[in-house]
């Protein structure tokens, strides 16, 4: 008797573009699915002219074009062609949104601008944020595949802010949810989501990479550090006011800051008034091999933001072995455990921050080596991209 073949499940990750180099999450995070025999399709808004070098398959949405005799043109043949070749997704997308009270001429240009996902066979249809599911409630049961939501934060904490009830026609439908941590998950449970349709899993390093090689120094300033994109949400012109009062108090520093971004002319004339010019190195964007470099030069971490979904950064420091102090905002408090694998701070309180920054220096040698040893160990037994990886393979089966 002839063996049925194993059927491979076809996960579509739904993006606003295609993954960066830096985006080690979805990245890591396909390329696991792959190799425990998912096949993975990747579903962009926007694709450029690039040559992808993936091992996946990649759709972009159609660019209807700039004009809006284009955009009415070229909306319209996508329309009849979807409807032509794949009437039932279409026919049923459309009577979903209805019954959910969208307006006729909405509903007409949901289906032009989905498209591309109608068309689709899929098992799983999976936003990578909240906000891409939005006019995109209907598409997994249209096409018959589960539906995926991933929050990371931002989407979760300031969308409904600046888009207010963006999330009130996706918590009505069936979905099983992705969060960073147990607090995104206590936040989802209060928009009456069931708790057994929420999974946690965590952002994951390659602790092989960031291997601990942290060895103390004498050295003659006291080497602190930032890896973050510079953005407002970072919390690092309140990191810059307490090392103001640091400097004021006479302390030896030097402040690195990693990264790059919309806020960068802005925090360095910060630093200018604060008068930090000498203290303070603006490095840009660096490559995971410089970036593990300075790490590795560094004594203290600081992650001060004011949002944070979790924060891959603070795990490659504390897996490094550097002293981690960070704010309280959302998953930072489970990334580091306060006084055991580093310190938790409250957020936009620079005071506190610099009282604390000159507490942990204080510490004896033994102290400071107690916390790094938990803190590495930590990261290496919970924290891996094996562990990860299979979390979302269970995410998809279970």
């Known amino acids: 008797m002839k063996q049925r073949e194993k059927h491979t499940q076809k996960i579509g990750l739904v993006m606003s573009s295609v993954p960066g180099y830096s985006e080690t999450f979805f990245r890591n995070k396909i390329q696991g699915l792959q190799d425990s025999g998912f096949e993975v399709i990747l579903f962009v808004d926007y694709l450029d002219k690039k040559n992808f070098n993936t091992s996946y ?9 700039k004009s809006r005799f284009m955009n009415f043109m070229n909306g319209g043949l996508a329309l009849i062609t979807s409807c032509m070749l794949h009437p039932r997704a279409s026919y049923k997308h459309y009577q979903l949104d209805k019954k959910d009270g969208v307006s006729f001429s909405k509903r007409i240009k949901n289906l032009m601008l989905n498209a591309f996902l109608l068309r689709q066979k899929l098992e799983w249809l999976h936003f990578g944020f909240g906000m891409l599911a939005k006019d995109r409630e209907n598409v997994a049961e ?3 595949a589960q539906m995926a939501v991933s929050f990371r934060g931002y989407d979760l904490y300031l ?4 888009h207010p009830d963006c999330y009130d026609s996706l918590f009505l439908k069936k979905a099983k949810y992705h969060v960073l941590s147990e607090e995104m998950k206590q936040t989802l449970m209060e928009y009456s989501i069931d708790a057994k349709n929420i999974r946690v899993i965590t952002p994951a390093i390659d602790t092989d990479f960031f291997q601990n090689d942290h060895k103390p120094q004498v050295r003659k300033f006291i080497e602190i550090i930032t890896v973050a ?5 970072k919390g690092l012109e309140y990191t810059l006011e307490a090392l103001a009062l640091l400097k004021e108090s006479g302390l030896s520093f030097r402040y690195t800051v990693i990264g790059d971004g919309i806020e960068k002319e802005r925090l360095m004339f910060a630093a200018h008034q604060l008068g930090l010019s000498n203290q303070v190195i603006f490095k840009g964007k660096l490559s995971p091999n410089e970036i593990k470099k300075q790490l590795s030069q560094s004594d203290i971490y600081v992650q001060y933001s004011i949002q944070e979904g979790f924060c891959n950064a603070v795990l490659e420091a504390q897996a490094m072995g550097l002293l981690c102090i960070v704010s309280n905002a959302e998953g930072l408090a489970e990334n580091v455990l306060d006084k055991h694998t580093g310190w938790v701070v409250e957020k936009r309180q620079p005071i506190i921050l610099a ?5 942990v220096i204080a510490l004896s040698v033994v102290e400071k080596q107690s916390i790094r040893e938990r803190a590495v160990d930590r990261v290496r037994n919970q924290f891996s991209l094996t562990q990860q990886q299979q979390k979302f393979q269970e995410f998809y089966t279970h």
């Open 57 to 65: 398959k990649i759709i972009g949405a159609k660019n209807y074009g």
């Open 142 to 144: 249209a096409i018959g």
């Open 159 to 162: 969308s409904p802010l600046k």
């Open 229 to 233: 994109r510079l953005h407002w949400k």
């Open 355 to 359: 009282q604390k920054i000159e507490e």
